[in-house]
């Protein structure tokens, strides 16, 4: 009778702890969705800047400063945001020649691990080392050094932490999945 009540009381803190992990899921998935269809849109606007700057060039004779520098920004916020769309997806580099022949446990435990031991500590250096950086370019109100470029560098520069956040933010949805995984959970 013991083991029968033991095993129930298990079942019963395993499906809440299955209810707060999808509480805090599901909202946390809905942002990194977001974010991925701005990143698309990002994507497209990019391509149109550079299909502009191509013809300009090369069938005008003209070319913008701005909007090749724009290229680049827009490029840079699609890499700092895509890092955690990609991590969400599966899409992330890893050694798969090693990795695509473990057990599904073994995958979660190997997630988990990376994550907290070395995603998240990298990407805490890499915030609040900017920090600094992304201040000094605010303060002196940081311009493009061509003539023509952008200013307010500051802002792309404030993509470096915020992107890095995200990706933070990924990486909790992430474990939460691979905990999911690891306790049978779909």
Known sequence: MQNVSNKTLE???SSK?????????KPLMFIINIIGKILAIIML??????LFDVVMRYFFHNSSVGMQELEWHLFS????????????????????????????KTKAYINIF?????????????????????????NINEISEDPGGLTHRWVIKTMIPLGFIF????????????????????
Do not use: Q, W
Not at 17 to 25: F, H, N, P, Q
Not at 177 to 184: E, F, Q, R, V
């Open 17 to 25: 702890a299955c209810s707060y992990l999808t509480k805090i899921e």
């Open 11 to 13: 079942d019963i803190n």
């Open 167 to 186: 990706l933070i933010l990924s990486s909790f949805v992430y474990i939460i999945k691979n905990i999911k995984i690891l306790k049978g959970i779909k």
């Open 77 to 104: 916020v699609i890499i700092l945001f895509g890092m955690g769309y990609a991590l969400n997806e599966e899409a992330h580099v890893r050694v798969d020649f090693l990795y695509d022949d473990f057990s599904k």
């Open 114 to 138: 990376g994550s907290i031991f070395f995603l998240i500590p990298v990407a805490l250096i890499i915030i609040f080392g900017s920090f600094e950086f992304v201040m000094d370019a605010y």
């Open 45 to 50: 606007l990019m391509i149109l800047n550079v």
